[in-house]
C-alpha cells in the first residue's frame, strides 16, 4: 500500500522570503504521479504543481518548484517570495496511473508580514 | 468553463438518518471521485465512478454509497449516520483522458450530525 508523510504539521515564514515543505512517500509502482495542493481557510482544495514521475525535471510554477528525489521517494515544495495569500495548508498527494489519490496528514503554513 | 460544483454546502443531520450529497463536475469530465477530510483522520478517499460505474472504492463501510448518472453527475448516500460521519466531503473531477488526471475538486458540504 502506498503511504504519505508530511513531517511538519506547521511552519511559518516571512513575507517575500522562501519556505520549503517535506513530503516523503512510499510506493512499489513506477508509473505514478505526484501533487501538491493547498488548502486556504474557504476550504477549497486548489492544486499548486503536479510532477510525473517518469520526468527527471522539477517541475515549477512560477513561485512554486518541487525537488523530486525518485530513488529517495521524496517530494519537496519550495515556495519563493512568500505572499500572505500563501496561507493554507498544504497536503502532498500521491496517485498511482488510474488510481486513487493518496494524501498526507498536512503542513498548515502561515505566512507573517 | 463552470468548476466543480457541490449541493448542498452545509447540512445538519441527526444521528440514525440518511443524507444524500451531491456533486456535478467540469463539463466533460467523466470521473468523479468521492473524499471525506476530518482532523481526526485527515482526506480518505471514498470512492470513484467513471462512467456510471465504480471504478475504486476506499475502506469505507457499506453505509456509505454513491452512484452517478449517465450527465456524469454524482451522488453519494450516508445511511444510519453516527456522530463520526460528521465532516467536510469533497468531490474532484478529473478528464481521463490519455493519462490526464488531474483532480478538480469542488467547494465541499460541511456535514455535522448531531
Known amino acids: 500500500a502506498q503511504t504519505v508523510t508530511q513531517s511538519q504539521p506547521e511552519m511559518s515564514v516571512q513575507e517575500a522570503e522562501t519556505v520549503t515543505l517535506s513530503c516523503t512517500y512510499d510506493t512499489s509502482e513506477s508509473n505514478y504521479y505526484l501533487f501538491w495542493y493547498k488548502q486556504p481557510p474557504s476550504r477549497q482544495m486548489i492544486l499548486v504543481i503536479r510532477q510525473e514521475a517518469y520526468k527527471q525535471q522539477n517541475a515549477t510554477e512560477n513561485r512554486f518548484s518541487v525537488n523530486f528525489q525518485k530513488a529517495a521517494k521524496s517530494f519537496s515544495l519550495k515556495i519563493s517570495d512568500s505572499q500572505l495569500g500563501d496561507t493554507a495548508m498544504y497536503f502532498c498527494?500521491?496517485?498511482?496511473?488510474?488510481?486513487?489519490?493518496?494524501f498526507g496528514q498536512g503542513t498548515e503554513l502561515s505566512v507573517k508580514p | 468553463k463552470a468548476g466543480v460544483t457541490q449541493t448542498p454546502r452545509y447540512l445538519i443531520k441527526t444521528r440514525g438518518q440518511q443524507v444524500t450529497l451531491s456533486c456535478s463536475p467540469i463539463s466533460g469530465h467523466r470521473s468523479v471521485s468521492w473524499y471525506q477530510q476530518t482532523p481526526g483522520q485527515g482526506l480518505q478517499f471514498l470512492f470513484e465512478?467513471?462512467?456510471?460505474?465504480?471504478?475504486n472504492k476506499g475502506n469505507f463501510p457499506g453505509r456509505f454509497s454513491g452512484r452517478q448518472f449517465s450527465n456524469s453527475r454524482s451522488e453519494m448516500n450516508v445511511s444510519t449516520l453516527e456522530l463520526g460521519d460528521s465532516a467536510l466531503y469533497l468531490c474532484?473531477?478529473?478528464?481521463?483522458?490519455?493519462?490526464?488526471?488531474?483532480?478538480?475538486f469542488g467547494p465541499g458540504t460541511r456535514l455535522t450530525v448531531l
Open positions: 465512478y467513471f462512467s456510471e460505474t465504480q471504478r
Open positions: 498527494a500521491f496517485m498511482k496511473r488510474g488510481g486513487k489519490l493518496i
Open positions: 474532484a473531477s478529473s478528464l481521463v483522458v490519455q493519462g490526464e488526471n488531474e483532480q478538480f
